[in-house]
């Protein structure tokens, strides 16, 4: 497809923060998106011309944020009312190949909804939880620079070579991952799911603060099965310029998480 | 007379005899009593916090009146508006919520950081950063007097509120400081300031658009939180302050978030002609002081407004200062559009009267009037030049040289003072909105040290807004007047430092009892100092805040003129950091003379010394025009500027952030100090 | 009829904010804490006829939102 | 010894959790819920020798950490 025909909805509901920059970045480069409330898609309380379907949109972003203010946990509402109105419709987004991207409080809530680790294909969206992003091992919010290794490639990191170390910026309070049992881990290795893990300056996995929640097997990025639903905590919408880290190259480490997905979007579509 | 007194204090009104008389003048000539309402709505408007009665006179006379081109509106409104480029401005705002916070440090500093947005966004601005200067007592304090929390609880208690409040909102929280001292453990400052940004054709005053506008209330229900708080924070603090829990208001930053967005889509689309947060005195100066502004008077039916609580009286209804609300004025033909987009956001709002022509305010309960009072009256307020005593400041220097001069150094650099904040600046999310080009935090990853000041990129052009916050409580409870003058130059430096044009200031004052004379004295003196050096220097103060009372029966606070500095980066791309990049020769630029007055050597090594650095605004002119003439010529790799430790701790700092540095101090004439 | 929800780590599971209060208490010279561990608890007050309805309703929300399996155990108790 | 702190806030002091909470459960169908209310209970393990040493500790610790007595309440319960 072509890129002016792309169109990208960055969802958002009370709390969420991060979708303006979010929809800068997908528009620099030309593909047309917008920041969507959550009631746009199924209440009738909303005008006529502002109501929407999940699939005039080719790509779903859940931004960064505290939605609903993270109570109970990050991402947690915001997910059971996704749940609870749009789960046949993400079902269908997926299974046919969709990308479906989490940031942050967005990678909270596709954990929180079973839409990652994402084992099954053709059941998109667990019944139960089978992970879960809790408070950070310093038991304090995390706001710096970390950096990341290319574990994996994914729809969001195909332009990306693996192996590469790149810098996003960390801002949470609950992004340690945390597995039930080793099973799932093994199994996310196996079936090359992990796309980053946080690193220090030579590349080794080293514990905090260049881990900077305690997260197992310093997992950062995870990705499903087929590869189209991309969680990760770091923010790569912080850095899509360079002189947001201090480079002058024009794009800074962020733009590529970009590119690739509109890059496999213009390819696949 | 006594019974006037007695009115005063059962009623919580904190009016003086004189005050009260005045009250039953107007009242005799009107030939009727005063109801409730009136009386408590008085009571707030003459409130020190909403008037500024001791402390107008002294500023119209030294500080008001820097005039630049560049000010489109400074000290009128709830924030200063200067121009940024050709379409766009940035709004400015610095306040205090010392008193609630000595209480509640959680609550008191979120629903701080709650205000300021406010005053912002009231100018159809978008919030765009926020920054904490914080002031609490040593942290080593032996024993404490009854009731006063220990500076760690108050410390962690007011961090966690403005993380708690600013991550949830989504503004970043770019700058501030911390500093102990022993004159603030029974009192402890907390100012928090806020910038926003506005296109020029889209700002909005706080005050009533015309005649016939509909008033507006948006944002969250009214309850009997936060009743008296004004009161509260104009009279001084005792033990049982404890008790007036109702003083201390509690925010709800996901009820503010929606409330930000719904607020600047109707200011986008044009839809209202004006807007005022409800802070200090809630309904009653919202509806007084926008009407007064224009001119004209409101009718006002208190059914309307949305309660939290049932059972509410009209008095209370009327001054409550539950958080996140806002007034808007609209014109009639558009109050559906305005309410359409409210309940888009899930934002309460509701029509609660108009404005009139005749300059009254009419309040109506359950269809009576209950309230009526002539703006002049409500608004002419009272004013006071209170007498002031300028203490002399005797000269005393008994400082030597050390013995040990690495066990100085450690100490100084273990000094709380100069300690890394970073546990602090790492729980506040300063990234949010992508536009933070120089952090608070410079160098090497997870090797950082302080920066001068943090520059936002706000528009889509490569133009810059730095921002700072400074004052040196030591210096200034010496000697107030060269301690305020040597705070502003070390704020104008740290502009400098980062490659930015120093363009606007607010200020916050934050000072004890203004009954009391030598108090008084501190104050005029550092209002005279800030004047000569803004004046001389040309540097307009746009916004600021007076905060009296921060006084106890144990202790009144240092005299504490905090600084915001605003600088102008022309382009982003060109700012300088403070870490050395392990290249280059190191200049120091300024002379070095023997002023140990309010210096940290003197904090560690326990020696005296009364002489306070001193400036001159033409000197630092000269010296900052030098210094932005050098940027532009030379290649230069990073600039710091020498506060609390000198010399040595600056370099430290540098060295901190990256890597080491060699450097020989023969070549400094002068004896070796 | 008031349902009182209690949400805790599982064992195993480790409560970072259970350790930063240890920390914090024997920083102020509490020596004798030897463990501390955080629990969520929420009051529902709820609209139903009978105990049983509201032990199925309270449960409900616990699987749909208040506690996630994987690291947290409920434990509901209705009062009158 | 186990003391368990039940830390609530006061009457008429806004719980904005358990709006939010209030709110989603709302949303999520469960129109039956009318007030929802956020508690935060630590359990201590605290070598004591008797009840009473462990009480007067423990109060001592919401006294100066745990709790703020101008917006809430505290509550010890101590088990063996």
Known sequence: MELEEIRVAVLRIEGTNCEE???????????????????????????????????????LVIPGGFSAGDYVRAGAILSARLKSVLRRDLEIFIREGYPVLGICNGFQVLVELGALPGFDEDKPISEKPQMALTVNESARFECRPSLLKHEN???????????????????????????????????????????????????????????????????????????????????????????????????GDGAIVFKSVIDYLKKNF | DEELIRISEEMGLALNLEEMKKIKVYFAKKGRNPTDIELQSIAQAWSEHCCYKSSKCYLREFLFGIERDYVISAIKEDAGVVEFDENYAYVVALESHNHPSAIEPYGGAATGIGGILRDVLCMGAQPIALVDPLFFGNLDVKELPKGVKHPLYLLYGVVAGIRDYGNRVG?????????????????????????????KDRIVHSRVGNVGDIFVLVGGATGRDGIHGVTFASKELSEKSEEERGAVQLGNPIMKEPLIHACLE????????????????????????????????????????????????????????????????????????????????????????????????????????????????????VEYCRPYRVRRVERIDETSKPSDFKSV?????????????????????????????????????????????????????????????????????IDPFWGTASSFDEMIRNLIAVNSIPHSFADCLNFGNPEKPERMGDFVQCVRALGWMARGFGLPCVSGNVSFYNETPYGCVAPTPTLMGIGIVEDVRRVVSSNFKGKG??????????????????????????????????????????????????????????????????????????????????CLKGEDY | MIAEVFIELKEGVMDAEGEAVKKALRLLGFKKVRKVSSVKVYRIEIDTKNKEEAEREVKEMCEKLLANPVIQNYKIILKE
């Open chain 2, 266 to 381: 109707v200011v986008e689309k044009g839809l209202i002609t004006g807007m005022k947060d409800l802070g200090g005195g809630g309904l009653s100066c919202v509806i007084s002081e926008m009407s007064y502004a224009s001119n004209c008077g409101a009718e006002v039916y208190l059914d309307k407004v949305h309660l939290k609580e049932e059972g509410m009286a009209p008095w209370e209804i009327y001054i409550s200062e539950s958080q996140e609300r806002m007034m808007l004025t609209v014109r009639p033909e558009h109050v559906d559009d305005v309410l359409d987009v409210f309940k888009k956001w899930d934002v309460p709002a509701v029509v609660v009267g108009k404005a009139i022509e005749e300059k009254v305010v009419r309040v109506y309960w359950r269809g009576k009037k209950i309230y009526e009072l002539d703006l002049d009256f409500l608004l002419g307020a």
């Open chain 2, 409 to 477: 150094l450690i100490k100084m650099l273990e000094h709380p003072n100069v300690a890394s904040k970073e546990w602090i600046v790492r729980q506040y999310d300063h990234e949010v909105r992508a536009c933070t080009i120089l952090k608070p935090l410079q160098g090497r990853i997870n090797r950082e040290t302080h920066g001068d000041c943090a520059v936002l990129k706000p528009t889509d052009s490569w133009r810059g807004l730095a921002i700072t916050t400074d004052v040196n409580p030591w210096m200034t409870k």
């Open chain 1, 21 to 59: 920059e979010t929809v800068k970045a997908f528009k620099n480069l030309g593909v047309n998106a917008e920041a969507v409330h959550l009631k746009q898609f199924y209440s009738d309380t909303i005008k006529e011309s502002e109501q929407r379907s999940l699939f005039d949109y080719h790509c």
């Open chain 2, 171 to 199: 503004i970043p929280t770019v700058g501030g400081m911390v500093f102990f001292d022993e004159s603030y453990i029974t009192n402890c400052l907390v100012n928090v300031g806020c910038v926003g940004i506005v296109r």
């Open chain 2, 585 to 666: 020769e190191i200049v120091l630029v300024g002379e070095t003379l023997k002023e140990f007055g309010g210096s940290l050597f003197c904090k560690v090594t326990g020696q005296k010394s009364t002489v306070v650095p001193k400036t001159s605004p033409k000197r630092l002119k000269k010296y900052a025009n030098a210094m932005l003439q050098a940027f532009k010529e030379f290649k230069v790799y990073s600039c710091h500027d020498l506060a609390e430790g000198g010399l040595a701790i600056a370099l430290a700092e540098m060295c901190i952030g990256n890597c080491g540095c060699r450097v020989d101090l023969s």
């Open chain 1, 153 to 251: 490639k994914c729809v969001f990191t195909n332009l990306l070579d693996l192996g590469r170390i790149v810098m996003f910026p960390v801002a949470h309070a609950e992004g340690r991952v945390v597995f039930p049992n080793d099973e799932v881990l093994d199994r996310l290795v196996e079936n090359r799911q992990i796309v980053f893990r946080y690193v220090d300056e030579e590349g080794k996995y080293a514990g905090y603060p260049w881990n900077p929640n305690g997260s197992v097997f310093n997992i950062a990025g995870i990705c499903n099965v087929k590869g189209n639903v991309f969680g990760l905590m770091p923010h790569p919408e912080r850095v899509f310029w360079g002189y947001q880290q201090g480079r002058d190259d024009v794009y």
